[in-house]
């Protein structure tokens, strides 16, 4: 399978920061990665698709310009949590969608913001 | 629009003991196809199996497998001589297409017992 990381795994910032998480596909050219939120005991819930070169795809009822996407090479995605606040606190978790129609996930990141 | 329901919010069983997760979908599409991952307390997101909806064959994969049942829409999971290693919280999930996100059930954790 495909190896995706993530950095910073763990994050804690002030309210009112920003934070930048990265996302690698590391053997794969990823033309689409996925950005997921989760929060504890419960499951996955789709924020974005990160188009490279293009502009994310966001879900409904989530906020465009509290979390930038940037995925400018094949092989990066950055999410990027402006003006953090206290609710933006979560797991973050990438993924790569491959054409086999499985996808591999980072490792996730946990926000905190105090 | 398409849905995942995974009606088990918990389920136990012994060490070496069998046991199977529900997951029902809902999908006017033909072809897709169903995954069930694996997510342990490190909270990394693990392929377990998949299913082509095309295939008819059900999917196996060493103790993991599944009872596919297209018609009714059925896609539970089986774990066979049950391991502590297999204590997670498990997923099923669906796309339409390949390169696609994922849709996720609420998810089952499992526990398993010595």
């Given at each position: 399978g495909a190896v995706v990381s993530q950095h910073p795994s763990r994050v804690i910032c002030k309210s009112g920061t920003s934070v930048k998480i990265e996302c690698r596909s590391l053997d794969f050219q990823a033309t689409t990665m996925f950005w997921y939120r989760q929060f504890p005991k419960q499951s996955l819930m789709l924020m974005a698709t990160s188009n490279e070169g293009s502009k994310a795809t966001y879900e409904q009822g989530v906020e465009k310009d509290k979390f930038l996407i940037n995925?400018?090479?094949?092989t990066l995605s950055t999410l990027t949590v402006t003006s953090a606040h206290p609710e933006d606190s979560s797991f973050y978790i990438c993924s790569l969608g491959l054409p086999f129609g499985e996808q591999f996930f980072g490792p996730g990141t946990r926000l905190t913001v105090l | 629009a398409q849905t995942v329901t995974q009606s088990q919010p918990e389920m136990s069983v012994q060490e070496a003991e069998t046991v199977t997760l529900s997951c029902t979908y809902d999908t006017s599409e033909s072809d897709y196809y169903l995954f069930w991952y694996k997510q342990p307390p490190s909270r990394q997101m693990i392929l377990v199996i998949r299913q082509e909806a095309y295939k008819q064959q059900n999917a196996t994969e060493n103790r993991f497998s599944v009872n596919f049942q297209k018609a009714a829409k059925s896609f539970s999971l089986k774990i066979s001589d049950s391991q502590l290693g297999d204590a997670a919280m498990y997923f099923c999930a669906y796309t339409y297409q390949a390169g696609t996100a994922l849709i996720f059930g609420k998810g089952t954790t499992l526990s398993v017992s010595s």
């Open positions: 995925h400018a090479s094949l | -």
